[in-house]
C-alpha cells in the first residue's frame, strides 16, 4: 500500500497538465477554427497547414521541440511549462477541428435570421453561433479530454512529476516492476471514469440549449 | 544556415529511425489488427463468459495509457521471467492498445451492417458462423476501413514512446544525435517534420478512401 501511495503522489500532476493543456487548446483552437473558415484563401491554407502539422506530429516529438530545441536556447522552460505548451499546441489543433464540426451542425438559417434582424457577421458569431457550438462540442471535446489525459503521461519523459513519472520512481527504488505499473494504470482508469461521468450529465443539462 | 547542413548530414541516420518506426508500427498492426476483431466479435458474444472477459480486456485497454502498458512489458515481464527485447516488447504493448481501440472501432463496423441481411441469412438456413464469416464480417470490416486507417496514423506516431524503453526509432535517433551535438532544435525538428511527411499525406489518404467508400452506399 506504501507503493500506491507514492504513484499516487503524481495524480494531481497529471490533472493539472491535463486541465492546463485542455483548457489552452479550447481557448486556442478558437482562432484556428475561424482561420479555417476565413473569407481569405491565404489565411485558410494557413490555418489548415498549421492544424495539419500539429497533428501529424507525435506529442512526444513537439515535447522535445519545445523542451530541449527551444527551451534550452534562448528561453528556459521547466518542463511542467514545456509540457503545457506542446499538449496544448497539439490540444488548440484537435480542438479547431472538433469545433468546426460544430459550426456545420448549427443551422444555416441562423445566420440569414441574424442577418435579417440587422446582426454584424461578428456579432452573430459571438452572440448566437458561438456560444451554441460550444455546447454541440462538449461530447467530441469530452472524448478528447479523456485521450488526453492517458496522453498526458507522455510528459513524464522530459521529467514532470505525473503518475506515470511517480511509478517508475517507484518501480526503480523497490526493484519491483510490475505493481507499480499496475498502480498507475489502476488510477489512470479511475481518473477517466469520473470525468466520463461529469461529462454526460453536462452534456445532457447543455444540450437542452441548442436550436437546431 | 548550420540548420540546414544539420538536415543534410543527419538525415541518414533519422531515415534508418524512420524505418524502425515503420516496422514497429507494421508488426503492431499485424498483430493489433486481428485480435481487435477477435475482442469485437467476442463483445458481442452470446456466450456471457465470453462477453464479459473481453469488454473487461478492452476497458482496460482503453483506460490505460499506451506508456503505461509499455513500460509493464519492458520493465515488468522481465521479473516474471520473460526477457524481451526492446521491439518484441514494444510491439506486444501497442499491438495490446491496438486490439483494444480497434475493437470498439470493428464493432461499430459490424453494427452498421444491417439487421435484415443477417436474418435473410437465417432465412436462408445459413449457421451463424458462416452468417459471420461471410455476410457481417466482409461488409463490418469494410465499413471500419477509414476509421482503422486514421487509428494506424495514431499508433504510428504512437511508435514514437518506444523511445523510452531505448529502441533505435526515429525519435530515438534524433535525441541522441541531438544530445551528442547539442543541436536538439534542428535535428527534433527535422524528425518532426519526417513523422508529418508520412502522417499528413496518409490522413489525406484516409479522407479520399472515405469519400470513395461512401459514394457506393
Known amino acids: ?212 | 544556415m548550420t540548420f540546414f547542413n544539420d538536415w543534410v548530414d543527419y538525415f541518414p541516420d533519422l531515415l534508418s529511425g524512420l524505418g524502425v518506426s515503420l516496422q514497429l508500427t507494421l508488426v503492431t498492426l499485424l498483430m493489433g489488427l486481428p485480435a481487435g476483431l477477435l475482442l469485437a466479435l467476442g463483445a458481442g458474444s452470446r456466450n456471457k463468459a465470453v462477453r464479459m472477459i473481453s469488454i473487461g480486456v478492452i476497458e482496460i485497454g482503453r483506460g490505460t495509457p499506451a506508456l503505461v502498458v509499455l513500460q509493464l512489458f519492458y520493465f515488468g515481464l522481465p521479473s516474471a521471467g520473460m526477457t524481451l527485447t526492446s521491439f518484441v516488447a514494444a510491439s506486444l504493448a501497442l499491438a495490446f492498445t491496438t486490439a483494444a481501440y480497434t475493437s470498439e472501432i470493428l464493432r461499430g463496423g459490424l453494427q452498421a451492417v444491417p439487421g435484415g441481411e443477417v436474418e435473410a441469412a437465417h432465412a436462408l438456413g445459413m449457421a451463424r458462423r458462416d452468417i459471420l464469416r461471410f455476410v457481417v464480417i466482409p461488409q463490418g470490416v469494410r465499413i471500419a476501413i477509414p476509421p482503422l486507417m486514421g487509428f494506424a496514423i495514431m499508433v504510428f506516431q504512437a511508435t514514437s514512446l518506444a523511445y523510452t524503453i531505448a529502441m533505435p526509432e526515429l525519435m530515438s535517433q534524433a535525441y541522441s544525435i541531438g544530445s551528442i551535438t547539442f543541436r536538439y532544435l534542428s535535428i527534433l525538428t527535422l524528425a518532426g517534420l519526417m513523422y508529418a511527411l508520412i502522417t499528413i499525406p496518409a490522413s489525406s489518404l484516409s479522407n479520399f478512401v472515405e469519400h470513395r467508400l461512401a459514394r457506393h452506399r
Do not use: N
Open chain 1, 1 to 212: 500500500m506504501e507503493a500506491l501511495a507514492v504513484v499516487a503522489q503524481g495524480v494531481t500532476m497529471t490533472l493539472l497538465l491535463t486541465l492546463s493543456s485542455f483548457l489552452l487548446g479550447a481557448v486556442g483552437g478558437i482562432p484556428l477554427a475561424l482561420a479555417r473558415r476565413s473569407q481569405i484563401g491565404a489565411v485558410r491554407f494557413v490555418a489548415r497547414a498549421v492544424i495539419e502539422l500539429l497533428r501529424g506530429i507525435p506529442p512526444l516529438a513537439w515535447l522535445f521541440i519545445i523542451y530541449f530545441g527551444i527551451g534550452t536556447g534562448a528561453i528556459e522552460l521547466s518542463s511542467f511549462a514545456a509540457a503545457v505548451i506542446g499538449f496544448g499546441l497539439v490540444a488548440s489543433a484537435y480542438m479547431a477541428e472538433i469545433y468546426r464540426g460544430g459550426l456545420t451542425a448549427i443551422h444555416e438559417g441562423q445566420w440569414e435570421a441574424s442577418d435579417a434582424l440587422g446582426l454584424s457577421r461578428a456579432a452573430t458569431l459571438a452572440t448566437v453561433i458561438g456560444p451554441q457550438v460550444l455546447r454541440v462540442s462538449i461530447p467530441a471535446a469530452a472524448t478528447f479530454a479523456i485521450g488526453l489525459l492517458k496522453d498526458s503521461s507522455v510528459a513524464s519523459v522530459i521529467g514532470v512529476q505525473d503518475t506515470i513519472y511517480w511509478a517508475s520512481h517507484q518501480s526503480t527504488v523497490s526493484g519491483d516492476a510490475i505493481v507499480p505499473f499496475l498502480y498507475a494504470a489502476g488510477l489512470y482508469v479511475a481518473m477517466t471514469i469520473p470525468c466520463a461521468w461529469a461529462t454526460r450529465q453536462l452534456d445532457s443539462k447543455l444540450r437542452k440549449r441548442v436550436a437546431r
